[in-house]
């Protein structure tokens, strides 16, 4: 992981490079108030004052320069310096007008990559940048940290991220915060979770689905579960997905890395909560055990669902998960889940369809979302296509073939196992960024992480 921390350091006056931000509308006066120096540099390089032009400007002595970033992003967006390290060479700067704020964010993030696989050619070194509300420094760098696991985590291969890696990732957790790991497994997973075990069971032994389960905080504080869909790969099952269907379907675990980032943030900022975090892990394969079209599955609430598509599984383990969660009365519910495709025809890569069952959290949610630059927008959990998800010889189905609302019915599936009474918000988020933006490389993404953050450190921090 990247040493965010060493990339964002107190101002105590050291030398540094001033990067000095200017907005389109402002920059012909700012040209105009420029020496002639600089003013034919910018013109040498047809700086035109336009949003994402970017300059070196030449000083009084040849060693002494400072850096122009035209920019028309807000002061509060954490994107608003983020082009600036790629362009940069290695050093130490500040912002020469006004504080970094939120910027600090994409500034850090913009040096993350991840190299499991392939390394960088060469090392670029550390662009430092400075801040005068070292405050600050520990939140923006904790931020970085959990956006940067969920990309590392979803961008790893299926061969190197199954259900023993997620099981592994919360146990790190586990450890560092002195909190409990269950994990339930083989006889007791299928007589306890019958729709985990039913979706993995057909995956290799060293594969074989589970239950994780980490609990940390005091008891006598609010509980908050969070859920994550912990897919490891979804090849449709007997309901086979094509092949252009699979090539992303590493990023299945998505929601998984999003829950596993967001209970980091929890308890790194020692929120006062008791935290429940539960990921169902499995891999949806094939092979003669696989769970079958038209079975009907036993749940641990003790509805039956009758199994109309096997690639419509992350409903079915989720819906184990959060009936367990529901058990121990939490007073807060929230999962993550990559869970249809129908959220994205609808609502694109970059906001994740937010379905809430209490007005009032989602509120907060929405709020926090705008506020921190990570938007939501709210779905509905219509009761109209309840009737959708009607069986002849069971409960409920798990996915209607009427092709209507599709993200809508998955999340009235989940409804039907979500704690009755209690607070609770589904995003169905997409976990991977088809084209790039500075800061934001094409590959697996965090989306929704930091407005549930947000909220819950508004509600919650100690």
Known sequence: MTDFAALLQPDRGQLA???????????????????????????????????????????????????????????????RIASQPDFLPEGTYRLKHGEIGAAGLGWLLAQHRFERYAKAEKDAGSRVLLTSDPAAIDETVRLAQATALVRDLVNTGSSDMGPAELEAEADKLARKHDATLTV???????????????????????????LIELEWGNPKHPRIAVVGKGVCFDSGGLDIKPAAGMRLMKKDMGGAAHALALASLVMDARLKVRLHLLIPAVENAISADAFRPGDVLRTRKGLTVEN?????????????????????????VIDYATLTGAARVALGPDLPATFVNDEALASELLAAGTAAYDPLWRMPLWDGYDDYLKSDIADLINAPDNGYAGAVTAALFLRRFAPEGVPWAHLDTFAWRPNAKPARPKGGEAYGLRAAWAMLKGRYAA
């Open 184 to 210: 339930t497994r083989g006889d007791a997973l299928h007589k306890g979770y019958p729709m985990i075990d039913a979706v993995g069971r057909a995956a290799a032994k060293h594969r074989a689905p589970r």
């Open 17 to 79: 490079r001033d990067i000095e931000v200017v907005y389109p509308d402002a920059f012909a006066d700012w040209l105009k108030a420029q020496p002639p120096r600089v003013r034919a540099t910018l013109g040498a390089h047809q700086v035109t004052g336009k949003a994402g032009n970017k300059a070196i400007l030449p000083g009084d002595a040849a060693d002494d320069w400072s850096v122009l970033h035209v920019c028309d992003e807000d002061v509060a967006s954490p994107w």
């Open 308 to 332: 109309t598509n096997t690639d419509a599984e992350g409903r079915l383990v989720l819906g184990d998960a959060l009936t367990k969660a529901g058990e121990d009365k939490p007073a807060l």
